[in-house]
């Protein structure tokens, strides 16, 4: 909510929020294409003044962009609390998802996910399934493709998408702590 209408005052999730609050996404990438070498290319969710009213304060606070002399581009985000059975692989894939979607509109090659972490935990129904896990043999990480030219980040669908060489093991269940 608050990197598309940052300020905005929420109801719902039914409620349409078209042109309230600031839309933080379309000026980062707006600002990428025009001053890349910009120290300003933040997306940020903590928004002090509305934490009373959030079901949760946002865990991934802040991320930041870079524009490398070679026209790559790197995220750094900062998560203040990071659930590592669960929520850090999430934000792991969802964030580098999100540098590669903003590369592809500003016509830049992805670059370095950078994950910075505040309280890292593991809440103690998941230390089995982790100690499962971390038995696993690594497999080679996966490629992502973008399949479809897409000038805008609203114009993405998931047939855009392409995962080539990803290889699943089988599940571990793991249940979400509240």
Not at 39 to 46: D, F, M, N, S, Y
Not at 70 to 82: F, H, I, N, T
């Given at each position: ?60 606070v802040l991320c930041q962009f870079n524009v ?69 043999e690594p497999q080679s990480f996966p490629t ?8 805008s980040i609203d114009d993405f669908h998931v ?20």
């Amino acid at each position: 909510f608050q990197w598309r209408h940052y300020g905005a005052k929420y109801i719902d999730c039914k409620t349409d929020y078209t042109g309230q609050g600031i839309d933080q996404l379309a000026q980062l990438i707006h600002l990428i294409k025009t001053d890349p070498d910009s120290r300003r290319l933040v997306l940020c969710a903590w928004n002090v003044s509305q934490i009373p009213e959030m079901a949760l304060p946002p865990c991934h606070v802040l991320c930041q962009f870079n524009v490398s002399p070679s026209k790559e581009l790197s995220c750094l985000m900062y998560q203040r609390s990071c659930d590592l059975g669960l929520g850090v692989p999430f934000n792991i894939a969802s964030y580098s998802l999100l540098t590669y979607m903003i590369a592809h509109v500003c016509n830049l090659t992805p670059g370095d996910f950078i994950h910075t972490m505040g309280d890292a935990h593991v809440y103690l129904n998941h230390v089995q399934p982790l100690l499962e896990q971390i038995q696993r043999e690594p497999q080679s990480f996966p490629t992502l493709k973008i399949v479809n030219k897409r000038d805008s980040i609203d114009d993405f669908h998931v047939d855009d998408f392409k995962l080539e060489n990803y290889l699943p093991e089988r599940p571990i269940k793991m249940q979400m702590a509240v």
